[in-house]
DNA sequence: TCATTAATTCGCC
DNA sequence: GGCGAATTAATGA
């Protein structure tokens, strides 16, 4: 979900450009703005004790992120960095809820969503502490298909590099890469020119 | 196309 | 399971 460009053009959006690896904003920072994606790729991460990141969330077009800290107003428990070229709006607070207060369909399909984000993270988690790396990311894979149309085996073509599967699933690159060679070979999924398709 | 940098894989402990 | 080195892929000049 997303609010509409010209909504958002209309209350005075700013248009931003990153580079990949710049930040958009940063852990402990105050909440000012609500932010849009128009195109590129932007992670929610932080990082552990030991350093190793952890990814919360990868996000594309037309996602919003950071929007729940800023309508909480408290203080970001994430880092937000573009991880490609991106193209980002954004409004700020006062104008975020008037939009909200204006366009009741825009607060309901926001409550959606946030409420989605919310529960599949939940369940994510849930599903994932305590397992084998293979189950992990089996059960991160199987939410992501779950967006999609096609459900069928092999179709879906994991749109992110085996880092970023590992962070987000709290793993070593080392140990995604073993895991994900076995998952091949019990034809769990496939690897097709470096390319996961499950 | 070549050079630089990032991602992946491998051998070893 | 993770470190460092070797290989390969991606990116930019």
């Given at each position: 979900m997303s609010i509409q460009e010209r909504l958002l053009l209309s209350v005075e959006a700013i248009e931003e450009h990153y580079n990949a690896g710049d930040y958009i904003f940063r852990e402990e920072a105050t909440?000012?703005?609500?932010?849009?994606?128009?195109?590129?790729?932007i992670?929610?991460?932080?990082?552990?004790?030991?350093?190793?990141?952890f990814i919360q969330n990868i996000l594309s077009d037309n996602a919003c992120f950071g929007e729940?800290?800023?309508?909480?107003?408290?203080?970001?428990?994430?880092?937000?960095?573009?991880?490609?070229?991106?193209?980002?709006?954004?409004?700020?607070r006062d104008q975020f809820f008037?939009?909200?207060?204006?366009?009741p369909h825009i607060f309901l399909d926001m409550y959606k969503t946030l409420s989605e984000k919310t529960s599949e993270k939940m369940v994510l988690i849930q599903k994932i502490t305590g397992k084998n790396a293979e189950e992990r990311l089996m059960e991160l894979m199987n939410q992501?298909?779950?967006?999609?149309?096609?459900?069928?085996?092999f179709s879906f073509e994991i749109p992110h590099t085996r880092q970023q599967l590992?962070?987000?699933?709290g793993l070593s690159i080392?140990?995604?890469?073993?895991?994900?060679k076995r998952m091949e070979k019990n034809e769990i999924l496939i690897i097709k020119n470096g390319k996961i398709f499950y």
């Open positions: 909440p000012q703005f609500y932010y849009q994606i128009v195109s590129g790729e992670k929610l991460n932080s990082y552990k004790e030991d350093g190793k990141e729940s800290m800023l309508i909480l107003g408290k203080p970001y428990p994430v880092n937000a960095v573009a991880t490609t070229k991106s193209t980002v709006l954004k409004i700020g008037q939009l909200l207060k204006d366009h992501m298909k779950e967006a999609k149309e096609n459900k069928e085996k590992a962070s987000l699933t080392e140990t995604a890469i073993r895991a994900i």
